[in-house]
């Protein structure tokens, strides 16, 4: 029988020392902001820490500038902290060539991870991906094997960002294997300020993803997260107990749809099983995140104005 390991957590936040890997970044930014007004001694590393990237960020926080693939690079940044954020990466398809998102976001992670064993930090928390089933951004015309669809959904991947999601959780179990490591990896969904500009520039990506790639956006079970939510739950993640390296789905618990979810399960998955969902719930388990970290997100799209949730019908008119 395999040894049971778990995963954390961090003691108190304040007065913790905590290295966030991609502190320049939309997640990372969010993070280090958090843990610096929790008392935390935050050191940022990316390879951007640009100083027009700087408004709002904590003065008292340390910025080094470096690339994760930098094996002596990340071993001195990590060296003296009790847990590492991993949040450096290129966070979509679009950021680069198949090789650079693999080697930013595979090599990059194994050797954040490998870094943070030597050094026996407490807890790294990494960032997944809703991605890292590969369905959503698979070349095939493919859906989930069911909904709600939770961690365990089967793989199907045929995309580099998919695919590196996919080994940063395999590096995940196998460092928490060897070295008894404390990993929890977050599969974050479309995550954005949803309030920048009152809610327009979020209500207006949504309705142009779901006209660019409705199939898209049923495999991600038309799901989102602020990103001070999406802050929230890294937190949380870092301050929790879990099971050892498992990947956690986080969301928003309702759609940024209009519609009810049966209805765009109806229309966009038809044939798929599928457990009732009631109204706006998203069609994704979020029993992990409740349980594991007790994260629960807050900000959402209707709060800030129902007219900016997505209508199904306005589409396809
Ligand atoms: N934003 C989303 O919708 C979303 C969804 C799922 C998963 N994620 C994941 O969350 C993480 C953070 O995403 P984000 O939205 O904040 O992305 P972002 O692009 O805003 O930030 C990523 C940061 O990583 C830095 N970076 C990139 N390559 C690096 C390298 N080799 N060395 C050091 N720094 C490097 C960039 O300079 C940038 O500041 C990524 O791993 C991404 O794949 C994001």
């Given at each position: 029988m395999k040894q049971q390991l778990s995963a954390g957590p961090l003691g108190p936040v304040?007065?913790?020392?905590?290295?966030?890997?991609?502190?320049d970044g939309l997640i990372g930014a969010q993070v280090v902001r958090?843990?610096?007004?929790?008392?935390?001694?935050?050191?940022?590393?990316?390879?951007?820490?640009?100083?027009?990237?700087?408004a709002g960020y904590p003065p008292d926080?340390?910025?080094?500038?470096?690339?994760?693939t930098d094996r002596d690079a990340v071993q001195k940044a990590v060296a003296g902290h009790d847990a590492v954020v991993h949040l450096a990466g290129l966070a979509g398809l679009d950021r680069g060539s198949p090789e650079d998102?693999?080697?930013?976001?595979?090599?990059?992670?194994?050797?954040v991870m490998e870094a943070a064993a030597r050094a026996g930090v407490v807890k790294l928390v990494y960032a997944s991906s809703i991605n890292a089933s590969g369905l959503p951004l698979n070349s095939h015309p493919v859906l989930p094997t069911r909904y709600p669809f939770d961690e365990d959904q089967p793989i199907d991947i045929t995309d580099a960002y998919s695919l590196s999601k996919h080994a940063n959780e395999a590096a995940a179990r196998a460092l928490s294997r060897r070295n008894g490591l404390a990993l929890t990896g977050l599969r974050y969904p479309l995550v954005r300020d949803i309030t920048a500009a009152g809610g327009t520039a979020f209500a207006r990506h949504i309705r142009r993803a779901l006209y660019d790639d409705p199939r898209r956006q049923a495999c991600e079970g038309w799901t989102y997260?602020?990103?001070?939510?999406?802050?929230?739950?890294?937190?949380?993640a870092l301050t929790h107990d879990t099971p050892a390296a498992p990947a956690v789905l986080v969301a928003a618990p309702r759609t940024y749809?209009?519609?009810?979810?049966?209805?765009?399960?109806?229309?966009?998955?038809?044939?798929?099983?599928?457990?009732?969902?009631?109204?706006?719930?998203?069609?994704?388990?979020l029993d992990r995140a409740e349980s594991l970290l007790e994260f629960h997100a807050t900000v959402f799209l209707e709060d800030l104005d129902p007219?900016?949730?997505?209508?199904?019908?306005?589409l396809t008119a």
């Open positions: 304040a007065g913790s020392r905590v290295l966030v890997t991609g502190g958090l843990l610096s007004e929790l008392g935390a001694d935050v050191t940022s590393f990316d390879q951007n820490a640009q100083e027009a990237t700087s926080c340390s910025r080094l500038t470096g690339s994760v998102i693999y080697a930013a976001n595979a090599l990059g992670t194994f050797v997260l602020d990103v001070r939510d999406a802050a929230a739950a890294t937190l949380a749809l209009r519609q009810q979810t049966e209805d765009a399960l109806r229309r966009f998955a038809p044939t798929v099983p599928r457990e009732f969902v009631p109204d706006r719930v998203v069609p994704v388990r007219d900016l949730l997505a209508d199904l019908d306005e």
